[in-house]
C-alpha cells in the first residue's frame, strides 16, 4: 500500500467518482476515509529505545578500553530517545513490534470514531456506510449503518469487504475496483428511491 499514492488529488478525484457510480444505483450514502495510522503504539517506540538503551549500557561495560563515566551515563540516557525516534520515523520497524491484534482493533476503534464524527449516521434511512483506509496498519474497515441489512446478504458481504481489504494493500486501482465490487449489494441491500438525495459528501476525507 503506497501511503503517498493514498494522499494524491488524482487518488481524490478517483475516489470521488468511483463514490458518484456506486451511489446512482443504491440508496447508501457511502464515505471514504483515509488515516495515515490509527493507533500511537508508542510501546513499540519503548521498545527500540529500551533495546538501544541496553546496547550501550553493555558497549559501556565491555568495551576493553577505558570510558568516562560521565558521558557513558549520558549517551546510554540518549540512548534511549534516539531509538524511539527511530522507531517513530521508520513505519517497516514500526509494524514490525506491533501484534496484528493491536492493529485490528486500534482501526476497528478508529473507524467506528469517524462513523459518529464525521456524521454518517444522521442520514434520514441510516443508509450510511464508511469505508475507512488506514495506511500504517494496511487495512481497511467497512462501517455500515443500521440501514444496510447485511445480515441479509450474509457471506457475500464479509467476502467482499475482506476482498476490498486485500485489494487496497495492492493499491489503489485493485481498492477501487473491489470497492465497485460492492455497488451491486448495496443496491439489493437499500435500493435508490425516486426522492434519492445526495445527504453526504462524496470526496475523500483525510483523517
Known sequence: MGDAAWLKDETRKRVRDCIVELE??????????VSVCSGHYR???????ALLSLAALLFYL?????????VAVLVI????GVGAL??????????LLVSRKVMDESVRNAARARFVDQGISVTRARTGVLVY?????????????????VERL?????????????????????????LMALGPLLAEAAPRSDDDVNEL???????
Do not use: C
Not at 483506509?133 to 441489512?149: N, Q, T
Not at 495492492?170 to 477501487?176: A, D, H, I, Q, R
Open 133 to 149: 483506509v488506514s495506511l500504517f496498519e494496511r487495512r481497511v474497515e467497512v462501517v455500515p449503518d443500521i440501514g444496510i441489512p
Open 43 to 49: 510501546h513499540a517506540d519503548y521498545l527500540v529505545g
Open 201 to 207: 459528501p462524496d470526496d475523500m476525507v483525510q483523517a
Open 77 to 80: 540516557i540518549a540512548s534511549f
Open 62 to 70: 565491555f568495551y576493553p578500553a577505558p570510558l568516562f563515566d560521565d
Open 154 to 178: 450474509g457471506e457475500r458481504w464479509s467476502q467482499a469487504v475482506r476482498a476490498i481489504d486485500h485489494a487496497a494493500l495492492k493499491g489503489v486501482e485493485p481498492f477501487l475496483q473491489a
Open 24 to 33: 446512482s444505483n443504491t440508496g447508501a450514502e457511502i464515505v471514504t476515509t
Open 86 to 95: 527511530l522507531s517513530a520515523a521508520a513505519t517497516g520497524l514500526r509494524r
